[in-house]
């Protein structure tokens, strides 16, 4: 885990990130970003910084849940959940979240837990 810079629309989030999470996360222009990820935990976050307050906070951004009705996005691919991170302070969006399931990969492992299934696979 270390301490990364995620950068959205409206600003960033600092989090407690894995490996993994920050390869998902870099689109190779020198920094990261925060949708590719998928949903952060509010414990994983750190910081935010709003562009609209011009202020970073430190504590986690709102998780706003938009949605999660399950919709089929691919032939295999099903988006669970979309969201958004938005500003302690006024509210409006840092950036955004959406987390996928591959059906092919539920299909196969029959017997694990959905949690296994959710966001972390590519
Ligand atoms: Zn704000």
Known sequence: MSETTLHGSGGYIVANITEEQA???DLGVGKLFLA???????REMIKHYCKIC????N???KVHLEENNREQVADNLVLVERGQYNCQKCDSAIGEYRV?????EAGEVGNAKPSDLVSDRN
């Open 100 to 104: 996928f399931e591959k059906q092919d």
């Open 59 to 61: 504590n986690p951004p």
């Open 36 to 42: 590719p990820i998928g949903k952060l935990e509010e």
């Open 54 to 57: 011009e202020e970073e906070f």
């Open 23 to 25: 390869k998902k996360a």
